[in-house]
């Protein structure tokens, strides 16, 4: 069975940086996109990035571009979100996802991570 | 960016009904739509994909329908573990947008 397991959430004040982790314990972690999600206290979901198979084609939301970084290491079976410059509004729990190429949904999700950014 | 717009955004049923929940695309996604299925402190679960197929292991109750920019996702008879929060989903764009969730109470 795929498993995601999210880890680095923690509590940052505004401007600082985290690294969140996404670590896939199944297999052919290469051969699907990978995508972050968060969802702010008592929100909906809103889709953070996406990072296809071999690492070179990612998107972001307006709100985080610039700031945020998605990578992988398909070695290791893991997706990276590197947060800098955090905002308050930044605070949420963030998911991991497989994604199966968009048309085929996101298949598989990790626990979440918190992230809480206050001074 | 593409707006999606679901409704209503709450809705009360009991066991046994038949429940339906609308998503609404600012333009025109073909059929790039997925369902999810969220419960409390939860992550969400896939439910429908390509606006109309069911996820392996998603019960038949489930169904969804629709292309271009109307869709709808249909429980045909509630059970209690359903209550939930649903959001419709984008992947027309690479810039995925969610709609803001539909809340099924009792």
């Known amino acids: 069975e795929v498993q995601l397991v999210e880890s680095g959430g923690g509590l940052v004040q505004p401007g600082g940086s985290l690294r969140l982790s996404c670590a896939d314990s199944?297999?052919?972690?290469?051969?699907?996109?990978m995508t972050w999600v968060r969802q702010a206290p008592g929100k909906g979901l809103e889709w953070v990035a996406t990072?296809?198979?071999?690492?070179?084609?990612?998107s972001y939301v307006d709100s985080v571009k610039g700031r945020f970084a998605i990578s992988r290491d398909n070695a290791e079976k893991s997706v990276f979100l590197q947060m800098n410059s955090l905002r308050v509004e930044d605070t949420a729990v963030y998911y991991c996802?497989?994604?199966?190429?968009?048309?085929?949904?996101?298949?598989?999700w990790g626990q979440g991570t918190t992230v809480t950014v206050s001074s | 960016d593409i707006q999606m717009t679901q409704s209503p955004s709450s809705l009360s049923a009991s066991v046994g009904d038949r429940v339906t929940i609308t998503c609404r695309a600012s333009?025109?996604?073909?059929?790039?739509l997925n369902w999810y299925q969220q419960k409390p402190g939860k992550a969400p679960k896939l439910l429908i994909y390509?606006?109309?197929s069911v996820q392996t292991g998603v019960p038949s109750r489930f169904s969804g329908s629709g292309s271009g920019t109307d869709f709808t996702l249909t429980i045909s008879s509630l059970q209690p573990e359903d209550f939930a929060t649903y959001f419709c989903?984008?992947?027309?764009?690479?810039?995925?947008?969610f709609g803001q969730g539909t809340k099924l109470e009792i």
């Open positions: 996802a497989r994604d199966v190429e968009g048309y085929y949904g996101m298949d598989v």
């Open positions: 390509a606006a109309s």
């Open positions: 990072i296809k198979q071999d690492g070179r084609e990612k």
């Open positions: 333009q025109s996604i073909s059929n790039y």
């Open positions: 989903q984008q992947s027309y764009s690479t810039l995925y947008t």
């Open positions: 199944g297999f052919r972690f290469g051969s699907f996109w």
